[in-house]
């Protein structure tokens, strides 16, 4: 049936349809991947820090770490700051019920990364224990977080690259490297970046409670609910 009618299809503007000759890999699976990147003569595909001995046919890929791979074949190895993965590659298509009993069992690893990216940057949760949390934190250049406050947590920012610019409740103050502040748990603050590169920061939170729901946002220029979403 035709919905859009005749007068309809004179309005819309005609298509023009150019071979394309470049090939197509559907790199949905590990198996895809290794294909595409550069194997060596012993079969052997890596992707970071990878060292391979007495190892064929085997991929390996590093995000935060050395991966070596000794004595073994037919391995597929993945490295990341939130888990490892270690498979035969004739299993490969198992992985996603492997990801559904870590979500029936509640473990954060099968939906949760420790890396999160907010429109000012990033951050990264290194550490964390009964009552703290250590994060590191990279702003971009004219980046800001929300003018906001903690119920539960207390907060120690340490600068170790760029220049911040930090509201502390009726305060201004700016931090280059190796400087520190500390925002008292119900204070209002935000933290920008005013340099010219990145802002990395190392944030320790302490607290009894160190959820990303703990706050209240006052002002934000990203347009985000003024509520308590991070």
């Known amino acids: 049936m035709d919905y859009l009618g005749e007068s309809a299809h004179h309005m819309l503007p005609e298509g023009i349809v150019v071979p394309l000759g470049t090939g197509w890999s559907d790199v949905g699976a590990w198996s895809a991947l290794g294909e595409v990147l550069h194997a060596d003569e012993r079969g052997n595909a890596a992707h970071g820090d990878v060292r391979f001995t007495r190892t064929d046919s085997t991929l390996a890929i590093a995000t935060s770490r050395l991966v070596m791979c000794v004595g073994v074949r037919d391995l597929v190895v993945v490295e990341t700051p939130d888990a490892v993965l270690v498979m035969s590659k004739g299993d490969v298509q198992e992985i996603k019920n492997e990801v559904e ?106 607290g009894k409670y160190l959820g990303e729901d703990d706050i209240v946002r006052f002002d934000d220029m990203y347009g985000r609910a003024l509520a308590t979403n991070s």
């Open 101 to 206: 009993k870590l979500n029936f069992e509640g473990r954060v690893e099968g939906s949760k990364h420790r890396k999160k990216y907010r429109p000012w940057g990033w951050y990264d949760t290194v550490d964390a224990g009964t009552q703290f949390q250590v994060k590191r934190l990279v702003v971009k250049p004219g980046g800001a977080l929300s003018l906001q406050m903690h119920l539960h947590r207390a907060e120690h920012w340490v600068v170790v690259q760029g220049v911040a610019r930090v509201t502390k409740g009726e305060a201004v103050v700016v931090l280059s490297e190796n400087e520190s502040t500390y925002i008292p748990q119900g204070v209002l603050h935000r933290l920008e970046n005013v340099g010219e590169g990145e802002l990395e920061i190392v944030e320790v939170q302490s």
